[in-house]
């Protein structure tokens, strides 16, 4: 795995590339795959964000965008995700969010789509809660059924 990423004062970009050989594993569209012996897989990313320099009514926006290619009997798949999140929610500190996304599919499948809305609250400044909640449209996962789930977050700074 080779990653390069840039940042400037609001703004960042990342390219990573993955190369496999045999019995890799594979973050594919059936989320169980191996190279197959013999074969490689070849992955590539790239992503980025930008944010406002002050908090205000614009989010700040990020981005990213996946793909994998092998030589030996199993589909490309690929993969993205935009987000929003705006600053100072509320109260200073805290911060709301929303991405869409598609977790790896194929050309030729179902295409699931995925939700996430978010807050976070900042309790100190070294403490933050996020409750989260997420939605899959059919995911493979769960046999073609819509899905509901929910996180919180606790995140300690030292």
Do not use: C, H
Not at 19 to 25: F, H, Q
Not at 50 to 66: E, F, K, L, Q, T
Not at 87 to 104: K, R
């Amino acid at each position: 795995l080779t990653q390069l990423g840039v940042k400037g004062r609001n703004w960042g970009a990342a390219v990573a590339y993955r190369y496999g050989t045999e019995n890799s594993s594979l973050r594919d569209a059936n989320f169980s795959s191996r190279v197959p012996d013999g074969g490689s897989s070849n992955s590539l990313s790239v992503g980025g964000y930008w944010s406002p320099v002050d908090s205000g009514w614009a989010p700040s926006i990020s981005a990213g965008y996946g793909y994998t290619w092998q030589d030996e009997g199993i589909d490309d798949s690929q993969t993205w995700m935009v987000g929003l999140q705006w600053s100072d929610v509320f109260i200073d500190g805290n911060a709301a969010g929303f991405a869409v996304g598609q977790p790896p599919f194929t050309g030729g499948e179902n295409n699931s789509m995925l939700y996430e809305l978010f807050y976070r609250f900042r309790v100190s400044d070294n403490i933050t809660i996020t409750p989260a909640l997420f939605y899959a449209d059919e995911p493979s996962t769960n046999r073609g059924n819509d899905a509901w789930g929910g996180v919180i977050q606790t995140s300690f700074k030292f």
